[in-house]
Nanobody, 121 residues
């Protein structure tokens, strides 16, 4: 059974930084495509970053240059470093995994329950 548990959400002022974590089943973090998504109130879920088995990353234009996805296989943890945040980054953030080692777009098969991030101006 795949387990994905997000943490690290909270309230941050605009311009600040925040790091989200996702505790994952060890085998899936090491061998599968992983990603971060977000859903703002009244909006559709948006894929924002992916990282494949070998560490290759991809970002949505909305976060490119500000957010960084990374993983620590030894700790079975996926991270999302968020810098220079703004109120438009306010959303529920979700960790996700795909049943494959390569990432294809933002297609995922497993989802966490999310962690809430609120950015104040």
């Amino acid at each position: 059974q795949v387990q994905l548990v997000e943490s690290g959400g909270g309230s941050v002022q605009a311009g600040g930084s925040l790091t989200l974590s996702c505790a994952a089943s060890a085998y899936i973090l090491s061998y599968n495509c992983m990603g971060w998504f977000r859903q703002a109130p009244g909006k559709e879920r948006e894929g924002i970053a992916t990282i494949d088995r070998w560490g290759a990353t991809r970002y949505a234009d909305s976060v490119k240059g500000r957010f960084t996805i990374s993983k620590d296989n030894a700790k079975s943890t996926l991270y999302l470093r968020m810098d220079r945040v703004n109120p438009e980054d306010t959303a529920m953030y979700y960790c996700a995994a795909r049943r494959a080692d390569k990432c294809i777009g933002f297609t995922m098969d497993y989802w966490g329950k999310g962690t809430l991030v609120t950015i104040s101006s």
